[in-house]
């Protein structure tokens, strides 16, 4: 079965860090983009952030710029999102996705999700 499975996340302390990470059952990464969504309680799913199949082109919402990085290990067949300064607003379940362009990313394939929390 092809699915994509997040860990990673837990609770945090504002101004703590967490790294997520992204990695699929039954396929390669190799010529994918990756991409992160996140959605809060009520709240539409937001996108993060996304790598090309390169590595060499990221973006990432302005909400989060400076503080997430993705990466990408293709040796690992695993993607990543270092996420740090977290502030309470960045609770949500986070979702890693796939696709061919990071501009097709939403109507990709997406994980489950895993649990962020930023409280204390």
């Known amino acids: 079965q092809v699915q994509l499975v997040e860990s990673g996340g837990g609770l945090v302390q504002p101004g703590g860090s967490l790294r997520l990470s992204c990695a699929p059952s039954g396929f390669s990464l190799d010529y994918l983009a990756i991409g992160w969504f996140r959605q809060a309680p009520g709240k539409e799913p937001e996108g993060v952030s996304c790598?090309?199949?390169?590595?060499?082109?990221?973006n990432y919402a302005d909400s989060v710029k400076g503080r997430f990085t993705i990466s990408r290990d293709n040796a690992k067949n695993t993607a990543y999102l270092e996420m740090s300064s977290l502030r309470p607003e960045d609770t949500a379940t986070y979702y890693c996705?796939?696709?061919?362009?990071?501009?097709?990313?939403?109507?990709?394939?997406w994980g489950r999700g895993t649990q962020v929390t930023v409280s204390s």
């Open positions: 996705a796939v696709s061919g362009s990071c501009r097709t990313i939403r109507n990709g394939s």
């Open positions: 790598i090309n199949t390169s590595g060499r082109s990221t």
